[in-house]
């Protein structure tokens, strides 16, 4: 049971991603043409990328299941490959005790982690856009994924939401128009202050 719930685990995800763009896509169909724009230019591609990833998902679980029956070092597989592009056997003067063990392997314990983590910064990001907008959302949500997630140094962070933030004003706002979400606290106290 377990091994399924791993094996299907990034299909589920990308499943729940799709239903919440079909859904929001199928509303907007309702809206308004000006209001409707900026759904379709989001939702329709996100839906595209969706069903392609769940084509990916399935591919990879092909791919794996092949790969579980082969019963070779990754030192044969990858020499058979090389022999393939090249035309003729390559032998690598390589011991497979050195190629044992290369590449990071995750228990699913800590693969349950790893998508955890991202669920958590997915709905957290969710819930600034709404709380917050757009405007705080977005730097913020970039510079701790950069810093906490990519280990990036606080110079690239803040550069890189700092950056987003500009191209997210004179592109969206300045450029095309588009009234980004404000946030519902932020309306608030744009009230209060007048």
Request: aromatic content about 14%; hydrophobic content about 50%; cysteine-free.
């Amino acid at each position: 049971m377990k091994s399924t719930v791993m094996k299907y685990s990034n299909s589920f995800m990308t499943v729940i991603m799709l239903a919440i763009f079909v859904v929001l896509v199928g509303l907007a169909s309702g809206y308004p043409p000006g209001a409707r724009f900026m759904p379709f230019v989001i939702g329709i591609p996100a839906i595209v990328l969706g069903l392609l990833q769940l084509v990916l998902d399935a591919r990879e679980r092909r791919r794996r299941e092949t790969e579980a029956s082969d019963t070779r070092s990754e030192l044969e597989k990858v020499e058979e490959k090389v022999a393939r592009m090249a035309g003729r056997r390559v032998d690598f003067q390589i011991s497979h005790e050195f190629m044992q063990g290369v590449g990071p392997k995750f228990s699913p314990e800590e693969m349950v982690r790893r998508e955890t983590v991202l669920w958590g910064y997915f709905v957290g990001f969710i819930a600034g856009i709404m709380v917050f907008g757009f405007w705080a959302a977005i730097p913020v949500f970039l510079v701790a994924f950069l810093r906490f997630q990519a280990k990036s140094s606080w110079l690239f962070a803040l550069g890189l939401g700092m950056g987003a933030s500009l191209l997210m004003y004179f592109g969206f706002a300045r450029g095309l128009g588009v009234v980004l979400h404000t946030g519902f606290i932020t309306d608030y106290v744009l009230d209060l202050l007048g």
